[in-house]
């Protein structure tokens, strides 16, 4: 993340803002990059007064945004065959244990999925092109979308760069207190929303990959109801 944050010094402010936004709209189009990661060194070099923060958060809520759009409109359009060769040119990020996980996380909590993913690596990378293959309704899905990338974005940006700020300032004896205050506050939420959507990830069992067997499907007869069927 450090050899990141040398590169962007050498970097005009505007090329960074496009950088973050594109690293970040590449991914949520379904395409592993390292978005958190351009992210955090981008809110980091904000605190040095290299780039402004409220431009860096900008720049990554429309990546996200947007990229999670495009990722939709692809994914509605290629559906699970689309999908299929995505974890076969991803197997590490995108396979099928990989996507099942993803998949039912959709199936049970909705547009939920789609808010909280924005915080969790794999479903980051998936929501766009899942939902869209799923056939989310895209107004539900651009309501989540929109709220989960300007939290992210705005969160992740405002949050690095206080606690960079706060560092700098005690680096200098201004206060110790600002420093504390800002760590834990960052570290709350953080954990917070980190642990909310790990709770969303996590209450999914694993796919077995088996389907059900057909004495599983059975349900019992009434013999009243079979006999009647005879008559």
Partial sequence: MFDVQHWLVSLPPIAVYL?????IGV?????????????????????TGVVEPEWVATAAATG???GDSIGYAVGRRGGRPLLARLGRRFPRHLGPAQLARAEQSFARHGVWAVFFGRFVALLRILAGPLAGALHVPYRRFLVANAAGGLVWAFGTTYLLFSVGRAAEHWLKDISWAGLVLAVLAGLGSTWWLRRRAHRLEAAEPEPSGEPASATDSEQPVDPALAQSRHR
Wanted: proline share 7%; no cysteine.
């Fill in 19 to 23: 950088l973050v936004a594109g690293v």
């Fill in 27 to 47: 991914e949520s189009m379904g395409v592993p990059l390292p978005g958190e990661i351009v992210l955090v060194s981008s809110a980091l070099l904000a605190a």
């Fill in 64 to 66: 996200a945004i947007v």
